[in-house]
């Protein structure tokens, strides 16, 4: 089944710094690489995803990158805020679609 | 409702009690998820519903979980037997979309189970 590795699991950045968190997965069948953003004792949201057949989408602040050849994936955060200090996950689809499979998560501490 | 609610919000049991959570999802969400959340980990696919049927039940880590959605939208997990291991935070999501890779899942705030 699907596995998603993310790195690092912890990442400290000045305010205004850039900040940049990598995953990998294993099902070459994957097509669909979402973001999530959970602050301390709150539930998971999402902050930007990407299909399979784009390799590049930009929100504002936040851009995800995808290399289908390398199975890995990105987010990137510019002009890092405090209110960027948060847990990140990524995740990948199942092959039939019926489930996400999660990274570990990435603390995220952006200090001003 | 607004979002996906779940109760309770927290639970303590003792080892070898049953024990229900339940999801309330958005309303027109034909596509229900249970996740389970251990302390510093990336929530762990459970079950995904579509509709009343359970389409993708792969997670459940053994025969001790169960869960329904009888009427397609309310949905009740069952922990049977609880164990220490068992402790984490159950989260519920929904979608208006039956796949996920065809739409936003929204999370509930979480049911944490603490098993003493």
């Known amino acids: 089944g699907e596995n998603v590795e993310q790195h690092p699991s912890t990442l400290s950045v000045q305010e205004g710094d850039s900040a940049v968190i990598k995953c990998t997965y294993s099902?070459?069948?994957?097509?669909?690489f979402p973001w999530y953003k959970q602050e301390l004792g709150k539930r998971p949201q999402l902050i930007i995803d990407?299909?399979?057949?784009?390799g590049e989408k930009k929100d504002q602040r936040i851009a995800v990158t995808l290399n289908k050849t390398a199975k890995h994936f990105s987010l990137h955060i510019t002009e890092t805020q405090p209110e960027d200090s948060a847990v990140y996950f990524c995740?990948?689809?199942?092959?039939?679609?019926?489930?996400?499979?999660f990274g570990k998560g990435t603390t995220l501490s952006v200090s001003s | 409702g607004a979002g996906v609610s779940q109760t309770p919000s927290n639970k303590v049991t003792e080892k070898g009690k049953y024990v229900e959570l339940r999801c309330d999802p958005i309303s027109g969400h034909t596509a229900l998820y249970w996740y389970r959340q251990s302390l510093g980990q990336g929530p762990e696919f459970l079950i995904y519903?579509?509709?009343?049927?359970?389409?993708?039940d792969s997670g459940l880590p053994n025969d001790r979980f169960f869960a329904v959605r009888p009427e397609g939208s309310v949905s009740t997990l069952k922990i049977q037997r609880t164990e220490r291991g068992d402790s984490a935070v159950y989260l519920c999501a929904s979608s208006l979309m039956g796949r996920t890779n065809t739409g936003e899942l929204f999370f509930g705030e979480g049911s944490r189970l603490t098993v003493l």
């Open positions: 995740a990948a689809s199942t092959q039939a679609g019926t489930a996400l499979i």
């Open positions: 990407i299909r399979s057949n784009v």
């Open positions: 519903f579509q509709g009343t049927g359970a389409a993708d």
């Open positions: 099902d070459s069948a994957s097509n669909y």
